[in-house]
């Protein structure tokens, strides 16, 4: 049953991937990076400054159960960093050859223009409800663009298919790898750590968006420096071969017939990898993280939108980028590159254990074991719980507060149930409501533009928030 229902998935992922995805995302990125007249390349300073400017390690409580400027950022980023830094862009390389991370790249720059457009939508549309509190998201933004049923009808879409892709298969996903890697570092069985995560998520879960916002700004910076370190230790310790890296990813994001050790990566398969895994790596037109942006206290949603260009650049340009270098440079290039079979199923190589063996290379094998089991624990931990928040959102949007604790204890089941099941079907489970998010989601963005475009063009001048 498993593996009729994984076919299945599969076929159907394959059409969404292969056309759906691809045009959708790269034409919504390309149109709104024209509309804010390139507002990804403008304000990249900008992002920067307003980011480190706001860092702060304990922001504290926030009224009506918002939170402050960076821990609306710091827990879009414990979202957008997860498996797919690490095992999604493995996978990427395995399937869809190097050159698939080259368009992760073009997926990731586009992406920062929706982005944008999605965090200060999120902030324009947003409500507060009779006691104050904030709720937002692509839900309120698409009952904004479409009115009547039409717009009911793509916001109960969107809303649950998020439920089904991160409240539910999207954690089944983070669960997964934290349990596989454990288990290859220290020989832990999967369920019992499905049942330490079940029991570490449910306290947080409890404790609401204060604590949820208390532990991702503590988090994620720790996390993303530590995964940094570790891959620039390995990437200098193989710096000749460096060059090499990125002439593979170059050469084989244009070659529709590119071949290593007898396997041919067609150029549609290393655009569906480089747009599948841009997607549910950044999560830029998934319309996922515009939750979290939604809760920010600022006083103009361009301050918001442009700590979304951050967060992309964060997350892709330079984690993902640290993984593919660390994967290519060990496995791919020099006398280490895997030329009987580039798809690594000889070397005993899958997208879950890759990047422990690119990491043992320096660390020993059981130091890279452990290096990437401890990362991706705080990767996909951080993940499951921003992803969570977004799904909690939309159960409340669609059936009200006292739904939110009911779906919380299912929750934890399919946590628990992602630590025991074949990580193929529960990643193409992940990736179908992952794609289906974004069709109304787009459609919505684009629906909007003239909002976004004033917003971007006048650097948020005469768009300051009524309810600030």
Known sequence: MEQALLTVTQTINSYLSNYVLIFLLIGTGLFFTIRTNFVQVRC????????????????????NGGMSSFQAVATAIAAQVGTGNIVGACGAILIGGP???????????????????????ALETRVRDAEGAIHGGPAYYITTAFKGVFGKFLAGFFAVAIILALGFMGCMVQSNSIAE????????????????????AGFIFLGGVDRLASVTEKVVPGMALLYIVGS????????????????LILRF????????????FGLIATLSQGAKRGLFSNEAGMGSTPHAHALAHVKNP????????????IDTMVVVTCTALVVLVTLYTGEGAMTVDATGVAAGLTKTNMAQVAFGTLFGE?????FVAICLLFFAFSTILGWNLFAKTNVDYLFGKKAVPVFSCIALVFLFLGSTLSNDLVWELADLFNQLMVIPNCIALIALNRAVAKCARARGKGCELKDA
């Open 232 to 247: 620039l230790a390995v990437i200098i310790a193989n710096a000749p071969r460096v060059p090499e890296a990125f002439g």
């Open 181 to 200: 890697t454990m288990s290859t570092a220290f020989g832990v069985p999967g369920w019992t750590v499905g049942i330490v995560v079940v029991l570490v």
């Open 99 to 121: 050159g698939a991370i080259f368009w992760m790249w073009v997926i990731a720059f586009l992406g920062m223009a929706t982005y944008y457009a999605e965090a200060v939508l």
């Open 302 to 313: 361009h301050d918001q939108g442009v700590l979304g260009i951050a967060a992309v650049f």
């Open 253 to 264: 994001a244009f070659d529709p017939q590119a071949q290593m050790g007898g396997v041919t």
């Open 44 to 63: 990249f300073g900008e992002a920067f400054r307003k980011l480190f400017g706001g860092f702060s390690l304990n922001g504290g409580k926030q009224k």
């Open 366 to 370: 059981a130091g890279g074991n452990i």
